[in-house]
């Protein structure tokens, strides 16, 4: 009966149904091709999965309290073009430059925050207009090419950001290690901490929230600036792994990074969210990207694939949750 009753709990969590998604798919896409779980295959889906991934942690707190950020993109191409920029015209070092990108994307999320708190005006809304800001400003600043990069070779920060060895036969590179110290540091705020107690009481009532001393705009402030951190940081990343600084880089990537959260089990609507559901999310798109090439369908046929994998994941999350709700 008690095994029974904790298989029961497990199926109930969020988290259940995106980790047998991830098995299925690794399983399917191994049938198909033994490469797939090949050393050098493994290497790539884990390098892709951090840059994405790191901003898709911070959309998770950011969504848990209710909003979401549309210029997580836009800024994943502007921050490598502000750093490049800053250095190549011999203004600052790169270290400098990378710490300038990071400042002003603080600001812009704060400035984000503020519109969408004090203005009162949607995140959608507000989030959209400074996407169109932000990418503007990279192809304006730059006549639209891209900036040179391969003067980062030996750098410091290169080597602590993107530096890479192997691990037997793995390529790994060093922003995995950053990713998953963000992932377990996000998940104790989340879960553990009194901050994350306040991001799902605003996401999940925020005149309760308000009532009890929770500060809702402070927090949703302080999310907005760190989601637009996360995204600089991230573009800054695969800058420095690709030696490319484009200023289109990123151009889709606020939707991708939303159906990685929303498929991990976080709510569109605020009041919960799960770190662990994130990750799971990041790792079932990365590898449907990687896998679906592999096994040779067309690369264009991704976005099917990831509108049929939302589709079933809400519906799932729904079943579970009225089951739940029903107490059965």
Do not use: C
Not at 34 to 52: G, K, M, R
Not at 116 to 124: A, D, E, G, R
Not at 258 to 284: K, P, Q, S
């Amino acid at each position: 009966m008690e095994n029974s009753s904790i298989i029961q709990r497990s199926i109930a969590r969020p988290e259940f149904g995106p980790f047998v998604l991830l098995v299925v798919e690794l399983a399917v896409f191994w049938g198909f091709n033994h490469d797939f779980l090949s050393p050098q295959n493994i290497s790539n889906i884990l390098a892709f999965t951090v840059e994405l991934g790191l901003i898709a942690l911070a959309m998770t707190l950011l969504m848990t309290s209710g909003e979401f950020d549309l210029s997580v993109g836009s800024l994943f191409g502007f921050s490598p073009v502000l750093m490049w920029t800053l250095f190549n015209s011999g203004l600052t070092s790169l270290e400098a430059g990378f710490v300038v990108a990071l400042l002003v994307a603080a600001f812009i999320g704060l400035v984000n925050g503020w519109f969408v708190t004090q203005l009162k005006i949607p995140s959608f809304l507000v989030t959209l207009g400074m996407l169109l800001v932000v990418r503007g400003t990279a192809l304006f600043v730059t006549s639209g090419f891209p900036q040179r990069t391969w003067s980062a070779e030996g750098s410091w920060l290169a080597e602590a950001l993107v530096g890479d060895f192997f691990i037997g036969p793995f390529r790994i590179y060093m922003s995995l290690f950053w990713f998953i110290a963000a992932a377990i540091a996000l998940g104790y705020v989340l879960t553990q901490s009194r901050t994350g107690n306040w991001i799902q009481a605003a996401g999940g009532n925020p005149s309760a929230a308000r009532a009890r001393g929770v500060n809702v705009s402070g927090v949703k402030i302080g999310l907005f600036i760190l989601s637009s951190i996360m995204a600089s940081l991230a573009g800054v990343i695969s800058s420095l792994r690709t030696s490319a600084a484009n200023p289109n880089s990123g151009t889709g990537y606020e939707l991708e990074v939303i159906a990685m959260v929303v498929i991990g089990g976080t709510a569109l609507t605020g009041g919960r969210g799960t770190i662990i559901g994130t990750v799971l999310g990041i790792l079932i798109l990365r590898v449907m990207r990687n896998g679906i090439v592999l096994i040779g369908v067309p690369g264009l046929a991704y976005n099917i694939f990831i509108g049929a994998i939302i589709l079933g994941m809400m519906a799932l999350h729904s079943w579970l949750e009225r089951r739940h709700q029903a107490g059965t």
